[in-house]
């Protein structure tokens, strides 16, 4: 199996992708639809994105590939612990930084950081927080930072200036695995999937969202993203527990068919373990 990943190596998304593959069967890309389009061409056997962090929510290109461009599946999900660092060449010192690059997502997740710490201080996009790194720990310019991981610092040679400088500790990052197919009932599953209402009228997402009610089937989340059709036209997105196979899950799926407009599954998969993750980094934090 070769998995594809964002890279290049020493991202987050890399450190996903280690836990379905070893780094031999690894192979990075510079883009998200990359990645795709790396496993519909069997460049890849599959490809890790995230799709969700537990501050700064969806991943909207993530989504957005799933609802528009592609066939492929969710054959798995997977959580990743999200802690950064502020990374520089060697020998440069907190005050002589005047930028701080890294891909879009840190900034927001380090926002208390930034503001306390580097008032001020330019914010430049990269595309992936390893390239970023790779790009700072390189350069000759002694005013540069980068906001990344430590396994980036150690191999691109860069200097951790501060440790878990993210706003929440408990931060976290969703990741799923794309596939041409999704995976076999476990008997503990997820299912995605994307809907519009056939009629935009009063109760129509009600009567969709009672039907899983019915069979008491656990929505774990829920969020809408525009068509990119018309302004107020949208498409629901909903997780739930239970493999598209089962029983309770078929039946849902027949009855919401005729009142959706579009219906899309994007797969059943294992669900993750969210509670050993978090008591293994919040171990004072009751489970709910």
Known sequence: MTTAFLGPPGTF??????LRATSENLVAFSSFPALVSAVETGLADEAVLPIENSIEGAVSTTLDLLIHETALRIAGELAVPVRHFLITAPGVRLADVRVVTSHPQPFGQCRRFLDRCLPGVEQVA???TAGAVQEVASSDDGHRAAI???RAAELYGGTILAHDIQDVHTN???FVVLASEDAPPTGDDKTSLAFR?????PGALHDILAEFAVETLQMTKIESRPSKGWLGDYVFLIDFEGHRRDERVA???DRIRERCSMLKIFGSYPRFPLDSLRASIDPGQPID
Do not use: H, I, M, Y
């Open 13 to 18: 998304s890399e450190e996903a992708a280690l």
């Open 126 to 128: 990269a595309l992936s």
């Open 148 to 150: 990344g991981t430590a």
């Open 172 to 174: 976290v990052t969703r």
């Open 197 to 201: 209402v056939r009629e935009n009228v």
């Open 251 to 253: 039946r849902v799926l």
